[in-house]
């Protein structure tokens, strides 16, 4: 990125297009330059104007934690966004399309964090030994960008398509279950949609958020104790509609369900 115009513009086009629900193009259409670490720049302005516009921080989210998510995309590593209080929708609250462009439902398994957590060389023990509990959760992206096209950087511009989250309302101890076998299947209306195992998210979900706080520390910062961390998810997204109802079923760590209003 070479100029301050060329940056405001990227800001401005993505935090437009979450407030108006206007889909826009790739930034990297009429800015091929623009690179990942211009797209977390423009993600970290964003994420400090919903603050001063009155939002609050609650955790972060991961994306594109699969193989063949990054195989798809052509990038080695996933990316991660930040969960803000507007996004977290209690089970029960349902997800209302009026308020986004095209979402997409996603099942993942959330970490909620005892203590802070701060790298470098922070590995998959320690993320284990700093949580305090996991929920299973649903995970609603809305990718700003027309049909959902875009680059890496351009994800990462737009806060990785994050849009909404529900937790499931049991928490459960992080050594009760092994967060890498656990089977999980997805079901909309009743029906399966998809089925996988934890390991989907890089081999261990713990290990991929060790991969995230030790590349936070590189933009100095720290994941704080009583934050919520969404994993990546274990499946492709799943398409919703107004009238669907989706539900995410974890082996032992129970289920998480969504309705879509319009
Ligand atoms: O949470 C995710 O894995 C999605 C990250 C961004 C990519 C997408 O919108 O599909
Ligand atoms: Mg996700």
């Not at 209302?96 to 970490?111: D, G």
């Not at 470098?120 to 023990?125: L, Q």
Request: charged share 25%.
């Amino acid at each position: 990125m070479t100029t301050t115009v060329r940056f405001e513009d990227c800001l401005n086009r993505v935090d437009r297009a979450e407030k108006e629900r206007e889909e826009i193009i790739r930034l990297t259409e009429d800015y091929p330059e623009f690179t990942v670490e211009d797209g977390y720049e423009v993600q970290e302005q964003l994420i400090a104007r919903r603050i001063q516009e009155g939002n609050k921080i609650t955790g972060y989210k991961l994306g594109l934690t699969s193989k063949p998510k990054q195989e798809m995309m052509g990038v080695h590593e996933p990316s991660y966004g930040v969960l803000l209080d507007y996004m977290h929708l209690e089970e029960g609250e349902p997800v209302r399309f009026s308020e986004l462009i095209h979402p997409k439902a996603e099942p993942e398994i959330a970490f909620y964090l005892n203590e802070d957590l701060e790298g470098p060389s922070v590995t998959g023990v320690d993320v284990l030994a700093a949580t305090k509990y996991v929920f299973p959760a649903i995970e609603i992206i809305d990718s700003r960008y027309k049909d959902f096209k875009f680059t890496l950087p351009d994800v990462v511009a737009d806060n990785s398509s994050s849009a909404r989250y529900i937790l499931g309302g049991r928490p459960c101890k992080v050594s009760d279950v092994d967060l890498s076998l656990m089977g999980m299947v997805m079901t909309k209306n009743g029906e399966i949609e998809t089925t996988g195992a934890g390991a989907a998210v890089l081999g261990h979900p713990a290990t991929a958020i060790a991969w995230f706080v030790n590349k936070l520390h590189e933009r100095g910062e720290k994941l704080r104790k009583g934050q919520v961390i969404l994993s990546g998810a274990i499946t492709g997204a799943v398409t919703i509609k107004p009238g669907d109802v989706v539900q995410a079923n974890f082996e032992k760590l129970g289920s998480v369900t969504v309705r879509c209003v319009e």
